[in-house]
């Protein structure tokens, strides 16, 4: 009767790193830091962290970012273009279903990005200028983007600019939320930021808020 051994693992079996272009290594390394940012503030998250994760070397890190302010940054920015790209305005549709298309790809990355989106609104938070620049790009885009639908032929006027900016404000901080307590669907989500958007227009009491009341938008 035979006995069977145990074999230690030859080199052939032992697990190995794919290889990997410098491009592709640094976006695995950013969506690792949008991970553990996305459950951490900056001031908590360390190089190591990141880097033990990734599986790599802290000098290797630093080799493709230079510090850790230079990677967070880069988070930062990579998240918030993720989140711009997903939003991206379908100029083929009619206004209403433009806007409400790039809605829809809002909360779907939302979903689907739980800790980039927490990385980049939460996880930023408290932090430096540069970081608070790319977010402030990010919510004046989305913001010009609806502006673009309820005043397409002349520049907005002050109260309706305010207005979709305190929307915005509104739409992060109800997607922060439904991340920690997803009681209503995202169709929901969706219905009622789009009834709260009716509402600030019309309380801007603008030209344009009384077509948007009038047409039924």
């Not at 991970?35 to 890190?61: M, W």
């Not at 510090?67 to 997903?86: D, G, Q, S, Y």
Request: charged share 25%; hydrophobic share 40%; net charge neutral.
């Amino acid at each position: 009767m035979s006995i069977a051994r145990d074999h230690a693992p030859t080199e052939s079996a032992k697990p190995t790193r794919r290889r990997l272009s410098v491009q592709a290594r640094r976006l695995e390394l950013l969506e690792i830091g949008a991970d553990l940012l996305g459950t951490r503030p900056y001031e908590g998250l360390g190089i190591e962290q990141v880097a033990e994760a990734a599986r790599i070397s802290n000098g290797l890190l630093y080799h493709y970012f230079g510090n850790k302010r230079e990677f967070f940054l880069a988070v930062v920015a990579n998240e918030a273009n993720k989140l711009l790209e997903a939003t991206r305005p379908h100029p083929e549709l009619p206004a209403t279903q433009r806007f409400l298309a790039s809605l829809d790809g809002y909360l779907e990355y939302v979903d689907t990005h739980r800790r980039g989106y927490r990385a980049l609104y939460l996880g930023a938070l408290g932090a430096e200028g540069a970081v608070r620049a790319i977010m402030t790009r990010n919510q004046t885009t989305q913001r010009d983007r609806i502006l673009s639908v309820l005043s397409p032929d002349q520049a907005a006027p002050a109260p309706l600019r305010l207005a979709v900016q305190g929307w915005i404000a509104f739409l992060i901080a109800v997607c922060l939320d439904w991340l920690d307590d997803p009681s209503i669907t995202r169709e929901e989500l969706r219905d009622q930021c789009v009834r709260t958007l009716r509402g600030v227009i019309a309380a801007a009491d603008t030209k344009e808020a009384r077509d948007t009341r009038d047409n039924g938008q």
